[in-house]
């Protein structure tokens, strides 16, 4: 694969982790979960993604608010 496929895959794949973080704080979070916090977590870096991702499960949406400032 050349660097521009590998580069578009990776990004494909940032995207994905993005939106399947969201759709699951969503359904934990219901309205809480703004339109502003979930564009937050679409421009959100990777480091982020992760730490919310391994923390779904304990994560507060004040923390969630904390870490998208």
């Avoid at 219901?30 to 982020?48: F, H, Q, S, V, Y």
């Amino acid at each position: 694969m050349t660097k521009i496929g590998t580069s578009l895959f990776e990004e494909g794949v940032e995207e994905g982790e993005k939106e399947l973080t969201i759709k699951i704080l969503n359904k934990r979070f219901g309205r809480k979960l703004t339109k502003e916090l979930k564009a937050k977590i679409r421009k959100t870096d990777e480091k982020t993604i992760d730490y919310i991702g391994d923390n779904l499960l304990e994560i507060t949406i004040e923390e969630l608010k904390e870490l998208l400032k």
